[in-house]
């Protein structure tokens, strides 16, 4: 590790940003697709955005419904992410190691934004989602589709987006609980908050443990026996530190403080045997951001230093140990030169460090420097907005790819949303494909390509006013919308073995070619206090590689492996009273491990469901929940060789007092 830096930084947190204008309160709509285009300045108003609904214009972006959030509070992001459609989790049980993929992309080319920052690796270029805890998160969504015009590298296939949010209460607010399962894993968490006027600060705790002894089918061996995991235990303790502070004049200040510490015992393939591995991960992010509105523009700087590392050990390789440090900084003005155009345009510095034992014990320096710039311009009124984003990074002194985007949206009536989007991306290559021992490749090219999107997007106007003026039963389809999507990448790095050596090194052999379609259809009924909402979707996903590596190569034209081709989705709630049901059930299909599609992992059908019951007395409240995962008790495997858990369970309860002025 390169030690603990506790840096006061000042920055936007754009992907949560707050800015002061004034009149009324301005909150990010349901689709992420909108944020007012005058800056009118009148007193003491908030307007809460973010720079994909403000400028991320055609793609098609949704959020994780909060009452989802809460079910899934006590777990990681991974299992959030994993009832969510249009994206595939690939999991290697829990506990050991979840990324995810989108658009067939690889897990290093979909982005992990948190408060507006990347926090993908530099060294490996992806994010553990198993230790992302979902009790640090206040909102989470998915973007679909290339972002490098505002995020950079990485963002090729769509990108996580996970926000924090300053509470609207006044006054004091304390929340506790415990949850429990049957696998051996105890989950205590605490959060206190206090807020006012002018200051909003919350601190949240979590301390985790579990044994990790689930059931499962060893399909390695004769009759598929059910044996229990014994090599899988983990524990996990994270903290998070928020104040936001507005000082008036319209001046807004933002600290944010991300520590936690990880530990797990990492079982091998059903059949191999235990080599004893063990992981220690430790992570420290701190963000900041400071905002400043003037009377012609608003300006906005932020910054964030993230400290990561990882303790390897195992019977055979022995200790191992890497490390990385980042330091971000970032300078934008956002203004309106005309009543229909809005601006964007900044400047970011990066300087990403890394060190391993696997670098022949060197550390080695990466620095960009990037300039963004977005244009948003209200063509008719409250009809059509067409939207220009360009950015241009340099990555030690060379060019990455110039990446362009064109967005487009149309509102042929009120109800209606077409959205069209075409813009290219990148990805340059990480530390570890350049400088890893042995192997690395220092010659390797950004990977690189174009991708298109269109959306079209219907919501029911009449949703609520008929929920709120009806007494008796009815159905409704609230919202629905069609994605068709188109993705070429050329240069893409994959390690093969080389011609050369014993070792694997990473080259740019591969052309990949993706397209798809995306559907969501929301329903929803009530009968008298019983409310039901009903989600369905299907992701149908085609990712080929169209560049064989050599004469006898049989990967082109074939499925990229673990990417599913159709997966299908349906979440049910039901709320009646203080009473509460979900039930989620998912269908993946299958999956290839070899790249001429010769061996597969059969599909799997895969569901949850739970119960909660809340009750609120003057400042106290109380909420019970209770789960059952895997409900089908379906024996399968994400990744080949690394079986799931059988039918599981999990419980828990939650105390909370308030004290709001």
Request: proline share 4%.
């Amino acid at each position: 590790m390169f030690g603990w830096h506790i840096t006061f930084l000042f920055a936007l947190t754009l992907g949560s940003q707050t800015l002061l204008l004034a009149g009324k309160e301005f909150t990010e709509d349901k689709q992420l697709n909108h944020l007012p285009d005058t800056i009118i300045l009148l007193e003491g108003t908030e307007v809460r955005g973010s720079r994909h609904s403000a400028f991320g214009l055609g793609h098609n972006t949704e959020i994780i419904d909060q009452s989802l959030i809460e079910s899934y509070t006590d777990q990681g992001l991974d299992n959030l992410l994993l009832q969510h459609g249009g994206i595939f989790i690939k999991n290697y049980g829990p506990g050991i190691l979840a990324t995810s993929t989108l658009r067939g992309g690889s897990s290093a080319q979909t982005a992990l934004i948190w408060n507006g920052f990347q926090i993908q690796s530099p060294m490996h270029g992806q994010t553990d989602l198993a230790l992302i805890p979902v009790f640090l998160i206040d909102e989470a969504g998915i973007q679909y589709g290339g972002g490098s015009a505002m995020w950079g590298s990485g963002s090729m296939g769509g990108s996580i987006h996970i926000n924090n949010r300053p509470s609207k209460t006044k006054g004091f607010d304390i929340t506790a609980g415990i949850f429990a399962t049957n696998i051996g894993g105890m989950t205590n968490q605490l959060g206190i908050a206090w807020g006012n006027d002018r200051i909003y600060t919350r601190l949240r705790m979590q301390l985790g443990n579990s044994d990790n002894s689930y059931r499962f089918r060893n399909t390695s061996l004769y009759g598929s026996p059910v044996q229990v995991q014994e090599n899988a235990a983990g524990s996990q303790t994270a903290l998070m530190y928020e104040t936001y502070i507005n000082f008036g004049n319209r001046n807004l200040l933002e600290l944010i403080v991300w520590w936690q510490d990880s530990e797990r015992s990492i079982p091998p393939p059903m059949a191999q045997p235990y080599a004893g591995a063990f992981q220690k991960d430790d992570a420290l992010r701190i963000t900041g951001h400071w905002q400043k509105v003037f009377d012609k523009f608003i300006f906005n700087w932020r910054g964030g230093i993230f400290d990561e590392s990882i303790w390897y050990d195992d019977n055979f390789t022995g200790e191992r140990l890497s490390g990385s440090l980042v330091n971000i900084h970032e300078a934008e003005l956002i203004f309106s030169p005309l009543t229909s155009l809005t601006v964007n345009t900044g400047l970011n510095a990066q300087l990403n460090r890394a060190r391993a034992d696997d670098y022949n014990d060197r550390s080695y320096r990466q620095h960009s420097y990037a300039v963004f710039n977005s244009l948003k311009w209200e063509a008719i009124p409250g009809k059509i907005d067409f939207l220009l984003s360009v950015r241009q990074e340099l990555v030690d002194g060379d060019p990455a790819p110039f990446a362009p985007t064109l967005g487009l949206s149309y509102l042929p009536r009120p109800s209606v949303n077409i959205r069209a989007n075409a813009g290219r991306s990148y990805r340059v290559p990480t530390i570890n494909d350049r400088y890893w021992s042995p192997g690395g490749n220092p010659e390797l090219e950004a990977e690189r390509g174009w991708s298109q999107d269109l959306v079209i997007a219907w919501e029911n106007p009449d949703s609520e006013n008929i929920a709120e003026k009806s007494e008796n039963y009815f159905m409704i389809l609230d919202r629905g919308s069609l994605t068709g999507y188109h993705k070429k990448i050329s240069e893409w790095i994959i390690w093969t073995p080389s011609e050369a050596s014993m070792y694997w090194t990473p080259q740019n052999v591969h052309e990949v070619r993706s397209y798809g379609l995306e559907a969501r259809l929301g329903l929803s009924a009530q009968a008298g206090r019983t409310a039901c909402r009903i989600d369905l979707s299907w992701d149908h996903t085609i990712a080929e590689n169209t560049r064989a590596r050599s004469a006898g190569d049989r990967s082109a034209g074939k499925q990229l492996i673990y990417v599913p081709k159709n997966n299908l989705g349906a979440a049910i709630s039901l709320e009646h009273g203080s009473f509460g049901l979900f039930l989620n059930h998912r269908y993946t299909g299958r999956r290839y491990t070899a790249s001429d599609n010769s061996r597969w992992l059969a599909p799997y059908h895969n569901g949850d469901g739970g119960i909660h019951w809340s009750l609120k007395t003057g400042n106290y409240s109380l909420r019970l929940s209770a789960g059952v995962y895997n409900l089908w008790n379906q024996a399968y495997e994400v990744v080949s060789g690394r079986p799931m858990p059988l039918r599981h369970f999990r419980a828990g309860v939650r105390l909370g007092f308030t004290d709001y002025n």
